[in-house]
């Protein structure tokens, strides 16, 4: 499908030179003198590279058809991750490439989305907060509390490292943003 120039927002997803990128930031420019213009930052989906491009006012553009498919990850088999789809029960697997560093906040049961384009997948987002149990953290000292501001490196169950609250104990099962990594509270 062809959109025009004019039709570009954050989030737009867009086929260039046989790839597909998504808008990551976008200006329409209206100088006095000369032709309109969108001045772009887009990112491409399967390299991650980030560049600027600027298109033309009203030009053609070709959208690129990601489709956004739910998934359960299931479990890890050696270096692939194997994601089932709940309804066909059938399996998609990704290597730790395709995940990256994703794969601290991926626990088994977790759904998340497989971005497939041209029917291979291209790309894994995760949802916004995860809960995951502490599996080793210090004990607090008598008289911490949360109005401290204090912190204290705790080790989840992914094996991931997280600066928590002096407060949270082993075993407690805390929310984390998997945009940042950073604890949000207790569960």
Same mark, same amino acid.
């Given at each position: 499908?062809?959109?025009?120039?004019?039709?570009?927002?954050?989030?737009?997803?867009?086929?260039?030179?046989?790839?597909?990128?998504?808008?990551?930031?976008?200006?329409?420019v209206k100088p006095g003198?000369?032709?309109?213009?969108?001045?772009?930052?887009?990112?491409?989906f399967i390299t991650g590279?980030?560049?600027?491009?600027?298109?033309?006012?009203?030009?053609?553009?070709?959208?690129?058809?990601?489709?956004?498919?739910?998934?359960?990850?299931?479990?890890?088999?050696?270096?692939?991750?194997?994601?089932?789809?709940?309804?066909?029960?059938?399996?998609?697997?990704?290597?730790?490439?395709?995940v990256g560093d994703k794969?601290?906040? +991926? /626990?088994?049961?977790?759904?998340?989305?497989? $971005?497939?384009?041209?029917?291979?997948?291209? &790309?894994?987002?995760? %949802?916004? @907060?995860?809960? +995951? /149990?502490?599996?080793?953290?210090?004990?607090? $000292?008598?008289?911490?509390?949360?109005?401290? &501001?204090?912190?204290? %490196?705790? @080790?989840?169950?992914?094996?991931?490292?997280?600066?928590?609250?002096?407060?949270?104990?082993?075993?407690?099962?805390?929310?984390?943003?998997?945009?940042?990594?950073?604890?949000?509270?207790?569960?």
């Open positions: 499908m062809a959109l025009s120039s004019n039709d570009i927002k954050v989030g737009t997803e867009l086929e260039i030179d046989g790839a597909p990128w998504r808008v990551l930031e976008f200006l329409h003198k000369g032709a309109a213009f969108v001045r772009t930052k887009i990112r491409n590279n980030t560049i600027e491009k600027t298109f033309r006012a009203g030009v053609s553009i070709d959208e690129a058809e990601v489709f956004k498919e739910t998934k359960q990850f299931t479990y890890k088999d050696g270096s692939q991750f194997v994601f089932m789809d709940l309804i066909t029960y059938e399996e998609i697997r990704l290597n730790d490439a395709d794969t601290k906040w +991926l /626990k088994e049961g977790m759904d998340c989305n497989l $971005l497939l384009w041209k029917g291979k997948v291209i &790309g894994l987002e995760l %949802p916004v @907060t995860v809960q +995951l /149990k502490v599996e080793q953290v210090d004990p607090g $000292l008598k008289g911490d509390t949360a109005q401290g &501001g204090g912190t204290k %490196p705790a @080790t989840l169950e992914t094996g991931t490292i997280v600066n928590v609250p002096l407060f949270i104990n082993t075993g407690d099962t805390i929310i984390v943003d998997t945009r940042t990594g950073q604890y949000t509270s207790r569960a």
